[in-house]
């Protein structure tokens, strides 16, 4: 593929009850759950992994955010999928070259990597969402993985 994506690095799924949610993926369908982030603007983010699938749960009061209006709008569902590539600036110029526009100036820091947003106007207002992990997360299991992530959100946060 043009843009050197290697796998799904996850799905993002907006909920409007949180609690139902969670019993959903956690308790019935058997994701484990690795960490609970509270960022910044009022939302909650819950990484969870079967195997190497991996979803993360979005949920806000802030009516700015579209993690507060989108399951008002839609309903509970996917808004993000995110992809992995092996270098983020080869997938920006691959983007570039096909004339096609990314949110922001450039990648950004996230907690696994950095991380650029092709422009909602290709997407019908889906979140697609490109990442290239940090090289300390590369070729590692998803248990490696999990003690890593819980390294950097810390105790307290980490399920």
């Known amino acids: 593929n043009n843009l050197g994506m290697t796998n799904i690095h996850h799905i993002g799924i907006s909920v409007a009850d949180y609690e139902r949610a969670r019993h959903l993926w956690q308790d019935i369908l058997g994701f484990d759950a690795i960490y609970q982030h509270f960022k910044e603007r009022n939302f909650k983010e819950d990484a969870m992994y079967l195997g190497d699938a991996q979803i993360h749960l979005y949920r806000s009061d802030n009516p700015e955010l579209k993690f507060y209006s989108w399951p008002r709008k839609n309903g509970d569902g996917m808004e993000t999928l995110s992809v992995v590539v092996d270098n983020i600036n080869k ?69």
């Open 91 to 159: 997938a920006i110029s691959a983007l570039r070259a096909a004339e096609m526009d990314i949110s922001g100036l450039g990648p950004e820091s996230m907690s696994q990597g950095m991380s650029v947003f092709i422009d909602k106007k290709y997407t019908n207002g889906n979140d697609f969402e490109i990442v290239e992990m940090h090289y300390f997360l590369r070729g590692k299991t998803i248990e490696q993985q999990k003690k890593i992530v819980y390294h950097f959100f810390g105790n307290g946060t980490v399920l």
